[in-house]
């Protein structure tokens, strides 16, 4: 069976997804691994952040249930434990090592730590346990991806503590310089822990994917989770849980513990009933416990941390990708939106003569392209012989919608997403799109050695904008620039120098010659670079 699966492209997400589809192909399924481009792909600030666990795993969700992808696999600490409407949590496989682990540039171990040395965490469980051993270390928040975090350790920090099973999956084990004992130091519930969701309909994908699920790795976190779910615990608040299965017997202990390490509520229990109804109880019966023993009493159960742009106002066009606007409302951004544009298409005459003669390739960019050429005959957009290529998810739907499905889908870039898919070759490439389109794939599709053959299908026109455009643009910290013709009605209308951040160089070289202070422009022109260059410069 063809699947595929749904992954985000940071280094852990990639290495937990491709241990999956390791093992389905170990089974016989030819296996895909399709990158969702998500806001959790940052640098700068963890998912967490931006408004709890949900945030992780929302995008990769919506791929599988839109049909974009079969399944997807998540760390199951990440995932929220209320259940999801129309996925199916298919296969819970054996758990790696839940340990906490340490990290110091020269391999000292916990007790080695100078007094005083500095610790980076973003956890605010890791810190509260770390305080309750070590109370003379100092906690830092730590943000960023794996490798982002593990260079701090020897650098301005002594160390830095992660989860074990992450630094093993990417390769990275070697740099853990001592273990915490999960039994001692007990770790975020499920983690370690992978869990592989797909459509709740889909009985051959759930067939496929059966054999890989572990029954005592699912109890076990099933257990763990019931905690977390029964105190209604927040993100933020620090609690661990630790169950196993040994003789028979599925032991949990759990904890409770104060934000400076010194209070704490400890909690265990053990059943032999291994089935799923059995781990929930035994994870009812210990958060019973924890409650009765004056867990709320010491921490807030139901904190969060704080979103990384609360505070900030945001001018954005409606014109966004996909996901955007609700993105940045997610991590804290007073979010005003305005239609600066509009597409319309224009007269077909020359794309028609464009088709008419021989081609090879018909390649789309975006769905304002897909719109303009709904009203052209199939046959002569797709002559025998020849392919059609669209860049991304969303255009290829596009095209999908009026029968044209596409041969070849990059991933989202822009042009030069599509010239890296297409590459080298000889032939002549259509190349349909805006009236005063980006130069980059052309130029790019020609020095690969493809005839190219650039026509304007729609032409971009600028909106009349209200006062209450011209008074939010004045009063935002920024304003998202995703196209040259945003910053050109800015300039037409004599719109406020605000801050700028730009999709990508020319939109920045627009918004310049708008007027605009650019103060961030994305490494790549999707909601992702977007989503990183507004925290790296706000958040």
């Not at 090592?97 to 110091?104: E, K």
């Not at 980076?120 to 810190?127: D, F, I, L, Q, V």
């Not at 979010?335 to 018909?362: G, K, S, Y």
Request: aromatic content about 2%; charged content about 15%; some cysteine.
């Amino acid at each position: 069976m063809k699947l595929r699966l749904a992954t985000r492209g940071s280094t852990l997400a990639w290495g937990q997804s491709g241990h999956v589809a390791a093992a389905l192909r170990a089974l016989g399924h030819e296996v895909e691994l399709v990158k969702i481009t998500t806001h959790g792909d940052v640098t700068t600030a963890p998912l967490a952040s931006l408004g709890g666990a949900g945030v992780f795993v929302g995008a990769v969700r919506a791929a599988v249930l839109s049909g974009e992808a079969d399944l997807a696999v998540h760390s199951f600490k990440d995932l929220p434990t209320a259940p999801a409407p129309d996925l199916a949590l298919a296969a819970v496989p054996v758990r790696e090592d839940p340990a906490d682990a340490l990290c110091t540039a020269d391999g000292r171990g916990l007790a080695a730590l100078a007094p005083g040395a500095r610790v980076g965490t973003g956890s605010p469980r890791r810190a509260a346990q770390l305080l309750a051993l070590r109370p003379d270390l100092h906690t830092v928040d730590l943000r960023g991806n794996v490798e982002t975090r593990l260079a701090r350790a020897g650098a301005d920090l002594d160390a830095v503590l992660l989860a074990a099973a992450g630094l093993t999956r990417i390769g990275l084990a070697e740099r853990i310089s001592e273990r915490l004992d999960p039994q001692e130091f007990l770790p975020a519930p499920a983690q370690g822990a992978l869990a592989v969701e797909c459509r709740a309909d889909a009985a051959e994908v759930i067939a496929a994917i059966a054999p890989l699920d572990h029954l005592a790795t699912r109890l076990a976190a099933t257990a763990e989770r019931a905690v977390l779910s029964g105190l209604q615990a927040g993100c933020a608040a620090p609690v661990g849980a630790h169950a196993a299965i040994t003789d028979g017997v599925l032991q949990l202990d759990a904890r409770v513990i104060s934000v400076d390490g010194r209070h704490r509520i400890n909690a265990s229990w053990s059943t032999n009933d291994l089935t799923m109804a059995g781990a929930e109880a035994l994870g009812a019966q210990v958060t019973g416990a924890l409650l009765s023993g004056g867990a709320a009493a010491i921490v807030d159960l139901a904190a969060t941390k704080p979103k990384p742009l609360t505070g900030r106002r945001l001018l954005v066009p409606l014109r966004s990708p996909s996901g955007l606007i609700d993105t940045l409302r997610t991590a804290g951004a007073e979010v005003t939106t305005a239609d600066f544009t509009r597409q319309e298409t224009l007269p077909l005459a020359a794309l028609e003569a464009v088709l008419a003669d021989h081609f090879d390739w018909l390649a789309v960019t975006s769905q304002a392209t897909a719109v303009a050429l709904a009203a052209q005959p199939l046959a002569r957009l797709r002559p025998a012989g020849a392919k059609v290529a669209a860049v991304g998810a969303a255009t290829a739907r596009a095209l999908s919608e009026i029968g044209l499905v596409p041969d070849l889908v990059a991933a989202p870039g822009g042009g030069a997403a599509l010239v890296a898919a297409i590459g080298a070759g000889s032939g002549v490439v259509v190349l349909p799109g805006a009236a005063e389109p980006s130069s980059e794939p052309a130029h790019g599709l020609a020095a690969n050695g493809w005839i190219v053959r650039p026509v304007g299908v729609y032409e971009t026109i600028e909106n009349e904008l209200g006062p209450d455009v011209v008074e939010a643009w004045g009063a935002a910290d920024a304003v998202i620039i995703t196209a040259g013709s945003v910053a050109r009605a800015a300039a037409r209308l004599g719109l406020p120098g605000a801050p700028a951040i730009a999709i990508g160089a020319s939109a920045a070289e627009a918004a310049r010659d708008a007027g605009l202070d650019v103060i961030a422009v994305a490494a790549t022109p999707d909601l992702s670079g977007l989503v990183d260059a507004v925290l790296g410069a706000l958040g």
